[in-house]
């Protein structure tokens, strides 16, 4: 199979942040589409309910999401959509803030011939040293594993076909962060993969688009602390009966 498409995430008046992620996707020979980002500051309650759940919020999440996490979950279920209407076996979706190693052309390639075998491979890792419960060789020093939990963060993911349905039947209304919801990756009965070490890395001291658009605030009352550790310890209890066997996949170069 051919290097799969590339989908980046863009607000229309992040210009230069397209400039430079165009020009280092075509350093690396990867053809892409840009997808118009949702900016939610400027969505009416109309918009903004069509796809969030204030109810649902209440129900699974620790606090209220901003409108720029709204925007951002919205722009990435464009990206998923797009995924199905191409009818693609796969794609990368990357937000329009990183910096790209080479090796991310040479795995894209690779994890396009089994598709089967994930619904979504992660790049990128926050943690330096990561649990990791299966892992096989990907090439260059770096593995395709499985986490324990699924990193945090969705800037930079392989999706396939199977995956962004899945995802689209999910979370068609939604209730927490997108990142948040993969990491709750049983309720869409999602197989998620990543690469690791990281393989697309987040700029220093880039000025986040969602921050952007309203800071994120937390309860700071005891209702508030309690209802925290009732989400945190009813997750570790779902991740810890839920756990996916399926067999990584063997690359021969």
Known sequence: MSMPL??????????????????????????????????????????????YSSQLNKSIYRRPLTKG????????????????????????????????????????????????????????????????????????????????????????QLISFNGAKKLLRAHSTFGRSVDEDIQHWWEADLNVLGVFPSVVHIIQNAESDIDDQGKRKGKTNIIGVMRNIYIRIKYEYKLRTNKKKSILPVFFD
């Not at 008046?13 to 840009?34: H, N, P, Q, V, Y």
């Not at 491979?121 to 594993?145: E, Q, T």
């Open 6 to 51: 590339v989908f980046v995430i863009n607000l229309d008046k992040s210009t230069d942040r397209m400039a430079k992620i165009a020009k280092r996707l075509d350093e690396l020979g990867m053809s892409f589409e840009r997808i118009p980002g949702v900016y939610g500051a400027t969505l009416n309650d109309v918009d903004l309910n069509s796809a």
């Open 69 to 156: 996490e709204i925007g951002c979950y919205m722009s990435h279920q464009k990206a998923w959509q797009a995924i199905v209407d191409k009818s693609l076996p796969c794609a990368l979706v990357v937000e329009d803030d990183i910096l790209i190693d080479s090796n991310l052309k040479l795995f894209n390639e690779k994890l396009a011939r089994f598709t089967e075998s994930f619904d979504i491979v992660k790049f990128h890792c926050k943690k330096a040293n990561p649990r990791i419960v299966d892992k096989v060789p990907i090439g260059n020093g770096y593995d395709l594993c499985r986490f324990d939990k699924v990193p945090i963060g969705n800037i930079a």
